[in-house]
């Protein structure tokens, strides 16, 4: 599997997201995005790929606002194996897959167009095997695979959410020009979407495609139910955001076990891969001492 993955460092991290505040990718064009597509799936359509992975690269840097980068190289080495090898067996494999862990106790996880991925340390150590880490990345791969953000922005509530933000921000900059418009409220409208959260049926359609990534990488295809299962029995602040975000757990597992049923065989989790995670949770741990 190794010789497939590419790893990257911290460092090439901080030099792929440029601040927010950088001068905007011209290729935007905000008004035909919202003017001429007559529907979500339009819109999504009307985005061309390098597009994408531009606003995804800008919405990123937001989100690397949010706390600073887990300071531990073969953590963020060994999610970026894991994720990139999930991803490889999408229907996207060539997007330039990206994770970043945040040195963040509470427990979520983020997925920007283009295929950028950012997980908190504090989800990280609620898993309990490398099955349900591929479960979670895969997850929020999807979101990436069917653009369910370039989808939910052209809605109006986001928008007039977006628009309004993009304003108060410009006001306060002197930021006026057309690019800066233009790219602000793109920005806002999908940072937005963290905020409200995406609608429950690209959630529960992240929840199929999730398990469908990770089994087909060939991983135990229950990972990420037992994630569910161990959000829905969890009780603590780490957890308010994510669940607030996205429907409720007991639903999302209702709509697993409607999908999957007996279609998905049980697999045994080979050991060498449990020791592997086994030895993330440590250093994560050992970081906190």
Not at 157 to 166: E, N, Q, V
Not at 209 to 228: E, I, K, Q, S
């Amino acid at each position: 599997m190794a010789k497939y993955i590419l790893t990257t460092s911290v460092l090439a991290l901080g030099l792929i997201f440029a601040p927010a505040t950088a001068t905007p990718s011209p290729q935007f064009n905000l008004t035909k995005l919202f003017k001429t597509a007559t529907d979500a799936t339009k819109a999504a359509k009307e985005f061309s790929e390098p597009d994408e992975i531009a606003l995804g690269q800008e919405v990123t840097a937001n989100l690397l606002s949010l706390g600073p980068l887990l300071d531990n190289q073969d953590v963020q080495d060994y999610v970026n194996r894991v994720g990139r090898w999930v991803t490889m067996h999408s229907e996207r494999p060539d997007l330039p897959w990206t994770f970043v862990v945040l040195d963040l106790e509470d427990a979520n996880a983020f997925a920007a167009p283009g295929g950028y991925i950012v997980i908190t340390k504090g989800l990280l150590l609620k898993l309990n095997s490398e099955a349900e880490l591929a479960g979670v990345l895969g997850h929020e791969a999807s979101h990436v695979v069917r653009k369910h953000h370039l989808s939910a922005i052209k809605k109006a509530d986001t928008i007039a959410f977006a628009k309004g933000l993009g304003d108060n921000i410009l006001e306060a900059t002197g930021k006026s020009s057309g690019k800066n418009r233009a790219m602000l409220e793109l920005v806002s409208a999908s940072m937005a979407l963290y905020g409200i959260g995406l609608d429950k049926d690209s959630e529960f359609e992240a929840d199929r495609m999730g398990v469908v990534l990770a089994t087909r990488a060939g991983y135990d295809p229950f990972g990420l139910p037992a994630v569910l299962q161990t959000i829905q029995g969890s009780k603590g602040d780490e957890l308010s955001f994510l669940l607030s975000t996205h429907p409720p757990a007991g639903d999302r597992l209702n709509s697993l076990d409607r999908a999957m049923g007996s279609s998905f065989d049980r697999y045994d989790t080979l050991p060498a891969v449990e020791k592997r995670f086994a030895k993330i949770k440590d250093l994560i741990a050992a970081k906190k001492k």
